[in-house]
């Protein structure tokens, strides 16, 4: 199984920040690699896939980029509804594996 | 509306068998894949398998294979994650999510699970 080692596991921030979240894979995944949001209580939300692209009705703070083996997740301007868990996925193979997640927190 | 519907909390013992659901409405359910996801509490992501209602066709994660079945009824839309005999570290919250293909500009095709269900809450204690 291809591993997604998230980096850093929890962060503390506060509104306006610039937030940037690293996701590594085990291997070369090229940019099949999506992100998703994860608030308490909440089933998942995708925001992006193919490493950069954004889901439709997410919020353009939320950037994606990368490829390869080293992903990153860049919010430009945390938001107070922000706060929640980023999971990176691989869609390279199966099975398509999650990180652990970023938990991001209020400071 | 296109949306999964899940079964709801389920309280077991060890040794017991389960059978949890997940109802699709709003869109051709035997075109899309549907997978499971398992998360136990605090913790992250586990992807379990996945079933193409067209034909029935399951894929399952290593770690899963034997452990749960996966399965799917095409006449009520609905796709199910069933097992023989509970054990307490299946205690976990369990997502059923659609897998679509989504194309970028250099044609290249992108599996996302881009509709979720709620979540079925499965408890294993004696």
């Known amino acids: 199984d291809i591993q997604m080692t998230p980096s850093p596991s929890s962060l503390s921030a506060s509104v306006g920040d610039r937030v940037t979240i690293t996701c590594r894979a085990s291997?070369?995944?090229?940019?099949?690699l999506n992100w998703y949001q994860q608030k308490p209580g909440k089933a998942p939300k995708l925001l992006i896939y193919a490493a950069s692209y954004l889901q439709s009705g997410v919020p353009s703070r939320f950037s994606g980029s990368g490829s390869g083996t080293v992903f990153t997740l860049t919010i430009s301007s945390l938001q107070p509804e922000d706060f929640a868990t980023y999971f990176c996925q691989q869609s390279y193979n199966s099975p398509r594996t999650f990180g652990q997640g970023t938990k991001v927190q209020m400071k | 509306e296109v949306q999964l519907v899940q079964s709801g909390v389920e309280v077991k013992e060890p040794g017991e068998s389960l059978k949890i659901s997940c109802k699709a409405s709003g869109y051709s359910f035997i075109s899309y894949w549907i997978g499971w996801v398992r998360q136990k509490p605090g913790k992250g992501l586990e992807w379990m398998g996945i079933i193409y209602p067209g034909d029935s066709d399951t894929t399952y994660s290593p770690s899963f294979q034997g452990q749960v079945s996966i399965s799917d009824d095409k006449s009520i839309n609905t796709a199910y994650l069933q097992w023989s005999s509970l054990k307490a570290s299946d205690t976990a919250m369990y997502y059923c999510?659609?897998?679509?293909?989504?194309?970028?500009?250099?044609?290249?095709?992108?599996?996302?699970?881009?509709?979720w269900g709620q979540g079925t809450m499965v408890t294993v204690s004696s």
């Open positions: 291997q070369d995944i090229s940019s099949y």
């Open positions: 999510a659609r897998q679509s293909r989504f194309i970028t500009g250099n044609v290249a095709s992108h599996l996302v699970f881009d509709i």
